[in-house]
């Protein structure tokens, strides 16, 4: 009897996957989280606008530099639609954010809040563990093998969709707004920009399904969420100067995104 190579990788990896063990090693993280990023980025626009995109990038990074993940490089970027409020973190530390969910924040704290909660699904290797459990196994070695372009554009398709690995499930959901908490509060932020962001996407909830619609499918009831986010930014030691900056994000969107 004869087993293909890949069928006994498969095996091995189901295995693991019993055990509950992260099977993928963080270059293969890297090298699919590469590939996914090309091939969102070959379905939406990313918006051009050196400025913005690099003010992102620097919030980004230095919410990077206090995570408990420093060994991949992290990639944020703008897609440019205004329409969708959203964010979503890829495997491998590439993460994008939709213009939509810029012109809905108030502030900077607001904006390094989804920030810091995407990078806690990268810190949390969030995004491996939901693809393998939504595609399985052997899509999922066939896909770090390099072996099934197809499906790659199948999964971004689906995220694009708003279905799939962008809820990365309820507890996954909850340790990312954990680290959220953390990372901001480290920086200098108000943490309570959490608070304030997920009121705002429950008030446009009510207001109109439809526009939060995806939003709300991808992660768990604000209600509950904030909830916990409380908890935790009660448990927080006091600090002097938290910041908002609200009057600079304001100055910043309108010169640049009034068109
Ligand atoms: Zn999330």
Redesign the pocket.
Known sequence: MKYSFLGILVLIFSVFAACGANIFSTAQEIDMGADFAGEIEKNTKILDNIEWNGYINDIGQRIVAVSDRQDIEYHFKIIDDDSTVNA??LPGGYIYVYSGLLLKADNEAEVAAVLA??V??VVGK?GVKQLTKMYGYQFIVALALGEDPSLLEQIAADVLGGVGM???GRD??YE?DEFAVKYIYILGYDPNAIVTFFNKLSEFQTKDPSYIEKLMS??PQPADRIKKVQEKIALLPPKEDLVLNTELYRQRLKRLYIK
């Open positions: 979503f973190a909660h995407e806690g699904h969030h962008l809820y990365y996954n959901e990312s991808t992660h």
